[in-house]
């Protein structure tokens, strides 16, 4: 049994899983603003480890569930890591009663980025001292070791809402100079249908905290393969680590990961020419410029950690497979890109591509009909 501790923790800050969901590291330890998710779990974590747990390591019939945040990079309830995370525990004994089944033994992110993973640890913590027994991590995640926009992107999330539909949703609401969680119950197997209702729920918290949570598929481990993909973790623990190495050692983080194996391509290498914030509800969404070393304009578009490089309306590089911009320092999230920042964005394949290479084409094919339906709306005028 592995176990994810302070340091494991740190180098998912440097993840480039879900196009550098870990963040701009910087920002992450911005003392204006006080250590944001991963960083302040860091602090609270000290010396103690979570176990991350194979499948094999549990039981069959193990209860296992998924912890997600959904909401704008940056949003307020961020800073409320711990109260969220018991406000998790909660929307999980309530799952558990509705569903009659017992209290998870593992937990695992939606996505295995920094920030996901940061809330899915933090929340397993806490149930480890509400049940009174260790609560691990579980080594997967649904949406193929990669960060999506939407929830229906996620590889997996037709099967398992169809086999697993009910939901906590759980807010965090000031009163009183406090925090105090509400958690409300649904049932809701169509992912376009619960996409558009925690949209929603997010979108109604915009101006308040930001953002919400939710926890749903209270499966079996001996069935994770059927709703998640395994080792996702490990690839963004891997990944990250061999970024902070490159950083520490004054190393090109880009030409490091390439040496050794983790990334396909080092797809330009440019600088920042322009930056614009773009109208998208519930997205943080920018388009940019990038101008590079041989005068070639290309046009990079993203919506939260979703990315697209083009050139002259012709996509370059594009999803399933994983686009991160890299800087000298490591990782940088789309929302604080800004002109004159010199930049490589790389390319890598998720943990889904790694284990199942065949289905490359029918993913694509779902994330195309996903930005068909954006571009019809209005809300995505880029290449896709």
Known sequence: MKTLNADSLTSLAYGINGAGGGGNVRELYNPARGPNDIMGLVEEIGASEVPLYDAGDLKPDAVVCCVARLGRPGAKADHYGQ??????????????????????????????????????????????????????????????????????????????LARFPQTALVELEEQGGKVRPRVTLLEEPDPAKFETYMRGRAAANADKMGAVWFVWLMGQAGDFGSYFTPGAVSSSLVRGQLVEEAVRQGKDPANYLLDHGEIDDIVTRGTVTMAREEHAPGFAQYAYDIRTATGVRLELAARNEYIVLSSCGVPIARAPRVLAVLGKEGPVQSHVLSAGQDIAIVSARPQSLINEPEKEAAWTDVWTRYFDGERARGTWNHPY
């Open 83 to 160: 109260e969220a995370a018991e406000a998790v525990v909660q929307g999980l004994s309530r799952l558990s009663v509705a569903v009659g089944s017992s209290f998870p033994a593992a937990i695992f992110p939606v996505e295995a980025t920094a920030g996901q993973m940061a809330r899915a640890t933090r929340a397993a913590r806490a149930a480890s001292v509400h049940g009174g027994k260790t609560v691990g991590i579980l080594d997967g995640d649904v949406c193929g070791g990669m960060a999506v926009p939407a929830v229906p992107l996620a590889f997996r999330m037709q099967d398992s």
